[in-house]
């Protein structure tokens, strides 16, 4: 997820998530999956990537592919 991220801010937690998203999905989410992963995005002070990665590749979305 590093290489994904490289110009976005640690404090931007809607940046890194789409960042994110853009990067290992292509294709936009689904209601749901956006819910869990803003859910994450919410908790903390920083976003974990690794957790948020996880959640991606584990998403409806990914497992289609």
């Known amino acids: 997820p590093s290489s994904l ?3 976005v801010s640690e404090e931007d937690k809607n940046g890194i998530q789409q960042h ?8 936009p989410v689904s209601a749901a999956t956006q819910s ?23 998403s409806p979305e990914f497992q289609r592919r």
């Open 20 to 27: 994110l998203i853009d990067g290992i999905l292509h294709v």
């Open 36 to 58: 869990v992963l803003t859910r994450e995005t919410a908790t903390g002070v920083l976003v974990d990537r690794r957790k948020l990665t996880a959640l991606i590749i584990g």
């Open 5 to 7: 991220l490289l110009n």
